[in-house]
């Protein structure tokens, strides 16, 4: 029974040398296969982890305006952050580099693997600065498009010598810079990543939360250009740096439609993508404009992973109810190309963490806040000031908690830091404001103040000082991804209180950090009371939940993470998820091979092959070019035609009658024409046919039950479809259809199988299917020197399989050596035939003139030897064809 609900377990710890160790077997295990492995990982980010300052351009290019004078020394005051700012590279003659600050999980994470493979990070290059400050005291700007190639050159340069100290192996990583127009870039981030996806991905709506617009005019679209700009140009740069063997990953929901754009130019690329961020349930997704673009790109990937169960959940249900793409086994199943989907949580790099912890800095400071707030319980909070973080939320349930509990007054303090947001709200900042203001004057005295709030950004060492003094952390967001701060609060304690942990029951990392009361946000009456558990917890409670968070926190880390990513995407590469890219029709080599047969066979499916596949079966009509490739075809005498369907014979006749040379086979193999006939062959008048009443039965029971379903009942078969039912719920219902037919209907009946078709459960009898009627074709015409088979869907790769000849390929391929074909089941079907002798028949035939084709995409997983993409490109080969035969008449 399928769960629509997400799995609750303790995690597993998942230790790093393990998963190194199944990395390496992995990797011996595909290169015994003859997959050829690089050893290199490409890491694609939005940003590279460095920035750039530009000392002395280049005097070719566009003059950009002079830098604002800076102010006197004197009159600048330190900025706290400047006193904890990252050493940078010695300014070169033109560059200097230093390590750009964010992001601290992933990078890290990343720079771990350069102890095993080498690896290139490549990201956008960022704004790119000047030595001095303007007037305003921040840093001027270089525009991009004022550099010269010269200037260009040497930033990849200077790059590429920038030694980082977090690097384990600094040979093994290279930065390859992006290079973005300002304008490009900014639209991209600044605009549909930052107030399009961003919000949308939280739960919130671009015109209700976008600060720069009217958001009565605001459209999700006004920066999709950008967006779409930006992607390729990533995809570019990843195209002409790729080596065969490469491992891709991309990063997060900058870079979504990246993994499409790369498969174009790298389509046997190991490509896999991870989500930082939630994702959001599909009646939410539905509402962005570009939702089809959006899923399409991602679904470009071999691999898709989120962090939590329910943020897949979510993704594959946008993908079915959205695009109307299907489940698979394995992933999401796009026209035959399966895309994988998986979760696993980021960490954060516990041993930098526990080794900052110790940095002389902090123990000052923890002292000076323990003795400023001696006798008091300290609560803190530390979030960016973003709606999404919850924060007027836990100041509310503060305020409750001090109501519902009054002993607390005068004995508790909060002490909330919100540093600030890329994009500032002033809504939000003086609602936070008042309602301190409002606590305190409710709760606070001239000797006591309950809320401290401070709007800036802290530097480490008071960071680290305020984590180890809680007596409790509150990390409450609406809606969010990775929370480092928690993981952070957990090794903080370890050498302080051990202090409790509240975290939001919506945050990525909650399922992995059971350990923690976890909470709804908006409960504010449970947020109290949480807190006031927290704070009167006994020790011995504390102590164990702190242990069991601290090993979840320290084994699976940022450098377990992406081992994993590795591990998880090697996984794909040699898989069936990596099918082998079915090559192109070859048109020349085809039309060669049809000019000079003597005998040619034609077998085509029609919905989906000769006619685009339509919500309405009844709306499937044959264009003008396609009757008019067909009426070519079949005017020529060396040819025969066959339309092999599923459809009944009543439809066939109604739009193709009119072909008298066109030979058609209906309902899978079941009826057939013969060209130039009038009427039908029954092929299953000798079968016994009395299991469609108990199908039936099976299949009006779940009609009753799945509203927009209805049921087909042809002369030899029976389907139900589900096209126009809730998708989930109708592949939910198909598949417990499927395995009560299978069950208790199959094995007792003379049925073939009950086949799962494109939003449709067919049960039709033995013997009857597209391959032995091809098989039959055939049989009835050894003559014939070329064979072209096309068809788009599952059913069709009977006709693949048939026409395979696999003990034929070798000997037929160089020696011409003859394919010799035993009687098909299904010439022994009619009755007139029965008592005939049907001897094997030697095959005028080769394997090199057998054109079997799948329509769709080229990794779609199939038989056939080639593929074109659409209906429209075998009609176009059709019409080549007979336009060949019309001159040669």
């Given at each position: 029974m399928d769960s629509f609900h997400e799995p609750r377990r303790t995690p597993d710890y998942i230790h790093l040398d393990d998963v190194r160790a199944a990395v390496l077997q992995r990797e011996a295990d595909i290169r015994a296969k003859g997959v050829p492995l690089s050893g290199r990982v490409l890491h694609v980010c939005h940003y590279l982890p460095v920035t750039a300052t530009l000392h002395s351009p280049s005097k070719s290019g566009i003059i950009s305006p002079p830098a604002t004078p800076p102010l006197q020394g004197s009159e600048i005051p330190p900025s706290p952050s400047e006193q904890n700012a990252p050493a940078s590279s010695e300014p070169t003659a033109k560059w200097s580099i230093s390590t750009r600050?964010?992001?601290?999980?992933?990078?890290?994470?990343?720079?771990?693997?350069?102890?095993?493979?080498?690896?290139?990070?490549?990201g956008w290059t960022?704004?790119?600065?000047?030595?001095?400050?303007?007037?305003?005291?921040?840093r001027a700007k270089v525009p991009t498009n004022s550099l010269a190639e010269e200037d260009r050159a040497s930033l990849a340069d200077a790059i590429a010598e920038y030694d980082c100290d977090e690097l384990e192996d600094k040979g093994k990583t290279k930065y390859v810079p992006v290079w973005l127009d300002d304008k490009v870039a900014h639209g991209h981030y600044d605009g549909y990543c930052k107030e399009t996806l961003w919000p949308l991905f939280h739960y919130l709506l671009w015109q209700d939360v976008s600060p720069s617009h009217n958001s009565s005019s605001f459209s999700a679209d006004t920066y999709w250009a950008p967006y779409e700009q930006a992607n390729a140009a990533f995809a570019r740069v990843i195209a002409e740096v790729y080596q065969p063997g490469d491992l891709i990953w991309v990063h997060d929901y900058h870079l979504l439609l990246v993994p499409k754009l790369v498969r174009a130019h790298v389509p046997d690329a190991a490509i896999g993508l991870f989500v930082h961020t939630p994702f959001p349930s599909s009646e939410v997704f539905r509402c962005l404009p570009r939702r089809k673009e959006i899923l399409d790109g991602m679904l470009g990937a071999n691999l898709v992973v989120f962090q939590t169960y329910s943020y897949s959940r979510h993704f594959m249900s946008s993908c079915v109810r959205v695009c109307g793409y299907e489940v698979a086994p394995r992933g999401i199943d796009v026209e035959g190309h399966v895309t994988s989907i998986k979760h696993t949580p980021v960490g954060i790099d516990a041993e930098r963490v526990a080794r900052d912890i110790l940095r002389p800095g902090v123990q000052p400071k923890l002292e000076s806040l323990l003795r400023l707030y001696a006798g008091k319980k300290i609560i803190i909070g530390r979030d960016k000031l973003d709606v999404v973080k919850g924060i007027v939320q836990k100041l509310r349930a503060f305020e409750k908690m001090l109501h519902d509990y009054p002993e607390w007054i005068g004995k508790v303090v909060l002490i909330q830091v919100t540093s600030p947001a890329l994009n500032d709200s002033p809504k939000l900042?003086?609602?936070?404001?008042?309602?301190?203001?409002?606590?305190?004057?409710?709760?606070?005295?001239?000797?006591?103040?309950?809320?401290?709030?401070?709007?800036?950004?802290?530097?480490?060492?008071?960071?680290?000082?305020?984590?180890?003094?809680?007596?409790?952390?509150?990390?409450?967001?609406?809606?969010?991804?990775?929370?480092?701060t928690s993981m952070e609060f957990v090794i903080a304690q370890g050498r302080s209180k051990k202090s409790p942990l509240i975290l939001s029951e919506f945050m990525g990392i909650s399922s992995n950090m059971s350990d923690a009361m976890q909470i709804n946000p908006w409960n504010l009456g449970d947020m109290a009371a949480a807190m006031h558990r927290g704070l009167t917890m006994s020790e011995e409670e504390k102590a164990g939940r702190h242990a069991r968070l601290h090993d979840v926190v320290t084994t699976h880390t940022s450098h377990t993470w992406a081992m994993?990513?590795?591990?998880?995407?090697?996984?794909?590469?040699?898989?069936?998820?990596?099918?082998?890219?079915?090559?192109?029709?070859?048109?020349?080599?085809?039309?060669?091979?049809?000019?000079?047969?003597?005998?040619?066979?034609?077998?085509?499916?029609?919905?989906?092959?000769?006619?685009?596949?339509?919500?309405t079966p009844s709306m499937a009509i044959p264009t003008e070019d396609t009757l008019r490739a067909l009426e070519k075809l079949t005017a020529d005498p060396l040819n025969l035609v066959y339309i092999v369907s599923g459809?009944?014979?009543?439809?066939?006749?109604?739009?193709?009658?009119?072909?008298?040379?066109?030979?058609?086979?209906?309902?899978?193999?079941?009826?057939?024409?013969?060209?130039?006939?009038?009427?039908?062959?029954?092929?299953?008048?000798?079968?016994?046919?009395?299991?469609?009443?108990?199908?039936?039965?099976?299949?009006?029971?779940?009609?009753?039950?799945?509203?927009?379903?209805?049921?087909?009942?042809?002369?030899?078969?029976?389907?139900?479809?589900?096209?126009?039912?809730?998708?989930?719920?109708?592949?939910?219902?198909?598949?417990?259809?499927?395995?009560?037919?299978?069950?208790?209907?199959?094995?007792?009946?003379?049925?073939?199988?009950?086949?799962?078709?494109?939003?449709?459960?067919?049960?039709?009898?033995?013997?009857?299917?597209?391959?032995?009627?091809?098989?039959?074709?055939?049989?009835?015409?050894?003559?014939?020197?070329?064979?072209?088979?096309?068809?788009?869907?599952?059913?069709?790769?009977?006709?693949?399989?048939?026409?395979?000849?696999?003990?034929?390929?070798?000997?037929?391929?160089?020696?011409?050596?003859?394919?010799?074909?035993?009687?098909?089941?299904?010439?022994?079907?009619?009755?007139?035939?029965?008592?005939?002798?049907?001897?094997?028949?030697?095959?005028?035939?080769?394997?090199?003139?057998?054109?079997?084709?799948?329509?769709?995409?080229?990794?779609?997983?199939?038989?056939?030897?080639?593929?074109?993409?659409?209906?429209?490109?075998?009609?176009?080969?059709?019409?080549?064809?007979?336009?060949?035969?019309?001159?040669?008449?």
């Open positions: 600050q964010g992001h601290a999980a992933m990078i890290s994470g990343i720079r771990s693997l350069s102890a095993s493979h080498e690896q290139l990070i490549i960022g704004d790119i600065l000047r030595p001095h400050a303007t007037s305003s005291g921040e900042e003086r609602q936070v404001s008042e309602l301190v203001s409002q606590i305190n004057g409710e709760y606070g005295g001239l000797d006591f103040i309950p809320v401290h709030h401070y709007h800036q950004t802290i530097k480490k060492d008071e960071f680290y000082a305020l984590l180890s003094a809680a007596d409790l952390g509150v990390i409450t967001p609406l809606r969010d991804g990775m929370n480092t994993m990513l590795v591990k998880m995407l090697l996984g794909q590469v040699g898989s069936s998820n990596m099918a082998r890219q079915t090559p192109v029709l070859p048109t020349e080599h085809m039309l060669s091979s049809y000019k000079s047969a003597k005998r040619r066979l034609f077998m085509l499916d029609y919905d989906g092959t000769l006619a685009p596949i339509v919500k459809r009944d014979a009543a439809f066939l006749e109604q739009h193709l009658g009119h072909l008298k040379r066109l030979g058609m086979s209906a309902e899978h193999g079941g009826f057939m024409r013969e060209p130039g006939a009038e009427t039908w062959t029954n092929f299953t008048e000798s079968l016994d046919m009395s299991w469609m009443a108990e199908v039936l039965e099976v299949f009006k029971y779940y009609t009753e039950r799945t509203t927009g379903s209805h049921i087909e009942v042809k002369k030899s078969s029976i389907t139900w479809h589900y096209r126009a039912a809730d998708p989930e719920w109708g592949q939910f219902q198909c598949r417990q259809c499927q395995d009560l037919l299978e069950n208790n209907v199959a094995h007792k009946r003379p049925i073939e199988a009950v086949m799962v078709g494109k939003k449709n459960l067919e049960v039709r009898p033995l013997a009857v299917n597209k391959g032995e009627i091809v098989k039959r074709i055939l049989y009835k015409n050894p003559d014939a020197e070329f064979v072209f088979c096309a068809g788009d869907d599952k059913t069709d790769e009977d006709m693949f399989r048939a026409l395979a000849f696999p003990d034929a390929d070798e000997a037929a391929g160089s020696s011409g050596a003859p394919i010799m074909m035993q009687p098909p089941v299904s010439v022994s079907l009619l009755a007139t035939e029965k008592a005939a002798a049907h001897p094997p028949v030697q095959l005028a035939l080769r394997v090199a003139d057998v054109f079997t084709t799948a329509v769709g995409h080229a990794t779609k997983r199939t038989l056939a030897k080639w593929h074109v993409t659409s209906p429209g490109e075998v009609v176009e080969e059709l019409l080549a064809l007979g336009g060949a035969s019309e001159a040669k008449l």
